[in-house]
Nanobody, 126 residues
Framework: QEQMVESGGGLVQAGGSLRLSCAAS????????MGWFRQAPGEERECVAA????????YYADSVKGRFTISRDNAKNTVFLQMNSLEPEDTAVYYC???????????????????WGQGTQVTVSS
């Protein structure tokens, strides 16, 4: 089991950038795929990006493709989400989570994810 701590959120103007970090504790991080999710008020939680355990494969939601980049540093047990060209529609609480299994990759299947962090607020002003 991992414990996740997200950081890097904040208030930014439209067109700006933020880099989110998710630091994981535990011993299985490097063997588990990771996902970044977000939930806006009144909306369902959605997966915006996911990365396989090795970092060799990534997936993005259409709404963020070309603007967001997910990456990971297994030596530091950390996954990142670089967010560029931010839009007001990106305003949400952002969470990271780990795949339940080892060496499996099922992006966007939220039931596959566990060990959720507490979230970090991202607010994009117009």
């Amino acid at each position: 089991q991992e414990q996740m701590v997200e950081s890097g959120g904040g208030l930014v103007q439209a067109g700006g950038s933020l880099r989110l970090s998710c630091a994981a504790s535990g011993r299985t991080f490097s063997r588990r795929s990771m996902g970044w999710f977000r939930q806006a008020p009144g909306e369902e939680r959605e997966c915006v990006a996911a990365i396989s355990w090795s970092g060799s494969t990534t997936y993005y939601a259409d709404s963020v493709k070309g603007r967001f980049t997910i990456s990971r540093d297994n030596a530091k047990n950390t996954v990142f989400l670089q967010m560029n060209s931010l839009e007001p529609e990106d305003t949400a609480v952002y969470y990271c989570a780990a795949d339940k299994g080892l060496y499996s990759f099922s992006p966007f299947l939220q039931d596959r994810y566990t060990d959720w962090g507490q979230g970090t607020q991202v607010t994009v002003s117009s």
